[in-house]
């Protein structure tokens, strides 16, 4: 299953599965241990939002400011497309992720960058969370490869799934300090780590940068607007919101991103942009068919990066044109492989966001951790255990049981279109499995 979401992700299974232990040379160190996250609770995170500075965006016509002041888009024209494959001298067969920031860098959901980045933005990033130039920006983005024929002066056609989707002009190429690079970016060098496995185990071991000239958008099941589409579905001169969930959306998630539109900081005419980076998105939108509402499915591929992670999709959804952040209790965490810790705290990725929010032109907003009870339906989880109230629980293990054998699902748990879609890619999958 790709994270590229050629096919819809189930619950986030195929990311899910990453963070399994796997055999294979150490390349990165393993003997940084991961840190337990301390208990904190949800009132320390409203103290910690409500103490953030107040951050106002820069608005062009309207709207949300671009990173950098301007949407950059590397998609060139259909007609030109034969002339610009034929300047390539080679070819690269891309990764899922490299697909994913390929096509955030054509569309402009990566600007300020005009393409890979190079050795000095990826040595800046590494050390700083800075592009050279001194912007914020929160993960490198890099081309990988194992091949040595690929050389600086290249043109290189990317293709994914059979599909032409890029050429890359190689300006840099070099072999990074990849523990270094993790410890940076995700604050561990343990292959306990997804990202340190995928960093040492399926990344390259040269990287590259230059400029992108996007062709093809790759292919999926669900389409991904750009951000320019976003944007022409976004009312002027009001707050909008940006939900990230790397799930398929269920009801908790609603009920959390509704309640956002009335936090304080929120004006009164805000729209929320529901932004998943898996799941059927279309369908919910008809079921639920609320007009504060946009629905639009990303295509990233995540590192459970936690606090810098935060960072990177806040300037995602800046350029897609939100004024505010909903970010919640272990943003993009992780655990370890083998002990289970929590490589990060619980509010480390909104300490993070509200320490940049200010200089990044956006607001933050606290994830709420809703419940669902008998008596009163969902309600906040503080309330539910002031009131002593019966809450009710699913887990993701048992209903992707149930989805498999055909059970019904609570209403009170998932929407019925979603469940429909889960339901079927299920049971195909596990037919798949038994042939």
């Known amino acids: 299953m790709s994270v590229l979401g050629v096919k819809s992700s189930l619950l986030g299974a195929r990311l899910a599965a990453t963070n399994k232990a796997r055999v294979a040379a150490p390349v990165i160190s393993a003997r940084r241990s991961a840190v337990k996250a301390p208990a904190f609770s949800q009132a320390r995170s409203v103290r910690a939002m409500a103490a953030a500075a107040p951050a106002i965006a820069n608005r062009i016509d309207g709207l949300q400011a671009p990173h950098g002041g301007k949407l950059i888009s590397l998609s060139t024209p259909e007609s030109e497309w034969a002339a610009i494959k034929a300047t390539a001298t ?26 890979f980045m190079n050795q000095n933005d990826y040595d800046s990033v590494v ?28 043109k290189v056609l990317v293709t994914y799934q059979g599909e032409d989707i890029a050429v890359v002009s190689i300006e840099s190429k070099w072999v990074p300090n990849k523990p270094l690079e993790c410890l940076k970016v995700y604050g561990t060098s343990s292959l306990e780590h997804p990202a340190c496995q995928m960093v040492a185990m399926e990344r390259g071991r040269f990287y590259m940068g230059g400029k992108v000239q996007g062709l093809k958008t790759p292919t999926r099941v669900f389409p991904c607007a ?14 909008v919101l940006a939900f990230q969930c790397r799930n398929p959306i269920h009801k908790a998630h609603y009920e959390l991103f509704i309640r956002a539109l009335d936090a304080s900081n929120v004006g009164k005419n805000s729209v929320c942009l529901v932004h998943p980076t898996c799941g059927p998105t279309q369908v919910l939108k008809n079921e639920v068919n609320n007009p504060r509402l946009r629905w639009a499915y990303l295509p990233y591929s995540m590192h459970m990066a936690g606090p810098r992670e935060a960072i990177q999709h806040m300037i995602i959804r800046k350029n897609f044109g939100c004024t505010h952040f909903i970010i919640g209790r272990d943003m993009a965490g992780s655990k370890s492989s083998i002990s289970g810790d929590d490589f990060y705290g619980a509010y480390d990725a909104q300490d993070m966001a509200n320490a940049n929010c200010a200089e990044l032109g956006m607001q933050t907003v606290p994830s709420l951790n809703i419940a669902y009870t008998e008596e009163q339906g969902y309600v906040t989880a503080d309330i539910a255990e002031k009131e002593g109230l019966t809450k009710l629980n699913l887990s993701g293990t048992k209903f992707r049981k149930m989805l498999r054998a055909g059970e019904d699902i609570p209403e009170w748990f998932a929407f019925k279109s979603v469940v429909d879609v889960l339901r079927e890619q299920a049971q195909a999958e596990s037919g798949s499995e038994s042939e």
């Open 90 to 115: 080679k070819t690269l067969d891309a990764s899922h992720r490299n697909a994913c920031d390929i096509e955030l860098l054509a569309n402009g959901g990566f600007s300020p960058l005009e393409g």
């Open 127 to 154: 050390a700083d969370m800075r592009l050279a130039n001194g912007a914020l920006f929160g993960i490198p983005v890099v081309l990988d490869t194992n091949s040595e024929d690929l050389t600086v002066g290249d």
């Open 226 to 239: 750009s951000p320019a589409e976003v944007r022409a579905t976004l009312p002027k001169d009001s707050d």
